[in-house]
């Protein structure tokens, strides 16, 4: 039920896509501006010692052969590559190091983030009432809330995201390294993905559907989020492997289809589908009506059991 309401409701908040979009696009770009004037004296060095080049032939050798376990081989080597380079650089680029990923990491965390508060507001609105609230609205009249939960969401976050890259490249490393098991590597990868992040997701589903319901804090938010995810935690989790797949398959089948092209929608849609299923769990465990459409309101199986008691009760 959840995973088909999700996908009822993108359709419905379709026009949240393109607002997405546009926020994207605009934080998108004043992150790589400001990353890029600190990268150039690295990616000088790089360039010397031939990474640059390495790289490059990355791409161009696969695009020849479409070979993804050269890849993921050839991949490691220009990882590891990467960071012999760095290592033996460190003196005199530390600086521009520490500058680089810390745009690359904390301001883009900090400043992509904001569409999921005003995103997550205009659901609210929808879900509740089928009213259509203004995403622009949202973004201003709500910003303070929104930084403070910019803020702790980068706090509590990206220790998560950091070990998650960390797994994933020990994980890679080892598969591609293991005889016998480069072949499953690609598979492994993508499995070990979908499941770690379905963990994350369901985890914090209820944060920002709790801030904006309830219209409390952001500690108090992440509090009964979690304790009202918790109520149905397998089920939601579930539900986020199979929407998770599902945008996968879409993803890879739409930029086949287009050459590449349909990463311009592709992209917000996958964000605004991790929205609309946040709110799909919080509202479901809270045992809260919603609507999915104009015509149709959900009515959760908790709320009905509830207002069955009450029925018996006035009969009685």
Same mark, same amino acid.
């Given at each position: 039920?959840?995973?088909?309401?999700?996908?009822?409701?993108?359709?419905? #908040?379709? *026009?949240?896509?393109?607002?997405?979009?546009?926020?994207?696009? $605009?934080?998108?770009?004043?992150?790589?501006? /400001?990353?890029?004037?600190?990268?150039?004296?690295?990616?000088?060095?790089? =360039?010397?010692? &031939?990474?640059?080049? !390495?790289?490059?032939?990355?791409?161009?050798?696969?695009? +020849?052969?479409?070979?993804?376990?050269?890849?993921?081989?050839?991949?490691?080597? /220009?990882?590891?590559?990467?960071?012999?380079?760095?290592?033996? #650089?460190?003196?005199?680029?530390?600086?521009?190091?520490?500058?680089?990923?810390?745009?690359?990491?904390?301001?883009?965390?900090?400043?992509?983030?904001?569409?999921?508060?005003?995103?997550?507001?205009?659901?609210?609105?929808?879900?509740?009432?089928?009213?259509?609230?203004?995403?622009?609205?949202?973004?201003?009249?709500?910003?303070?809330?929104?930084?403070?939960? !910019?803020?702790?969401?980068?706090?509590? !976050?990206?220790?998560?995201?950091?070990?998650? %890259?960390?797994?994933?490249?020990?994980?890679?490393?080892?598969?591609? @390294?293991? =005889? &016998?098991?480069?072949?499953?590597?690609?598979?492994?990868?993508?499995? /070990?993905?979908?499941?770690?992040?379905?963990?994350?997701?369901?985890?914090?589903?209820?944060?920002?559907?709790?801030?904006?319901?309830?219209?409390?804090?952001?500690?108090?938010?992440?509090? +009964?989020?979690?304790?009202?995810?918790?109520?149905?935690?397998?089920?939601?989790?579930? @539900?986020?492997? /199979?929407?998770?797949?599902?945008?996968?398959?879409?993803?890879? %089948?739409?930029?086949?289809?287009?050459?590449?092209?349909?990463?311009?929608?592709? $992209?917000?849609?996958?964000?605004?589908?991790?929205?609309?299923?946040?709110?799909?769990?919080?509202?479901?465990? !809270?045992?809260?009506?919603?609507?999915?459409?104009?015509? *149709?309101? %959900?009515?959760? +199986?908790?709320?009905?059991?509830?207002? &069955?008691?009450?029925?018996?009760?006035?009969?009685?």
């Amino acid at each position: 039920m959840m995973y088909k309401d999700t996908f009822k409701l993108l359709l419905s #908040n379709f *026009h949240l896509v393109w607002k997405i979009l546009a926020y994207v696009f $605009i934080s998108t770009l004043c992150v790589i501006g /400001l990353a890029y004037a600190c990268s150039l004296p690295i990616l000088k060095v790089l =360039e010397t010692e &031939g990474v640059v080049g !390495q790289f490059t032939s990355l791409f161009v050798d696969f695009s +020849k052969s479409f070979n993804i376990y050269e890849l993921l081989s050839n991949a490691v080597s /220009l990882i590891e590559n990467f960071f012999n380079v760095i290592a033996n #650089n460190i003196a005199n680029l530390w600086l521009y190091i520490v500058l680089f990923l810390f745009i690359i990491i904390v301001i883009r965390a900090f400043l992509g983030g904001f569409y999921k508060f005003a995103a997550t507001n205009v659901l609210y609105y929808y879900l509740s009432s089928n009213i259509k609230f203004s995403f622009t609205s949202s973004l201003l009249s709500y910003f303070k809330m929104n930084l403070k939960y !910019q803020l702790a969401s980068l706090v509590v !976050q990206l220790p998560i995201d950091v070990l998650f %890259v960390a797994v994933f490249y020990y994980a890679l490393k080892w598969l591609v @390294t293991s =005889e &016998g098991l480069l072949l499953l590597a690609p598979i492994c990868i993508i499995i /070990l993905a979908i499941l770690l992040f379905s963990v994350k997701i369901t985890f914090f589903s209820g944060w920002l559907p709790a801030m904006v319901v309830f219209d409390c804090g952001v500690w108090e938010g992440l509090k +009964k989020g979690v304790k009202a995810v918790f109520r149905r935690f397998y089920r939601s989790f579930s @539900t986020a492997v /199979l929407i998770l797949f599902t945008l996968i398959v879409l993803n890879v %089948v739409c930029a086949v289809c287009t050459f590449g092209a349909s990463i311009i929608v592709t $992209i917000p849609l996958n964000f605004l589908v991790v929205l609309i299923y946040n709110m799909v769990v919080f509202y479901s465990s !809270q045992g809260m009506r919603y609507y999915v459409d104009t015509e *149709h309101v %959900v009515t959760p +199986k908790k709320l009905e059991e509830t207002d &069955g008691i009450g029925s018996l009760k006035f009969l009685i």
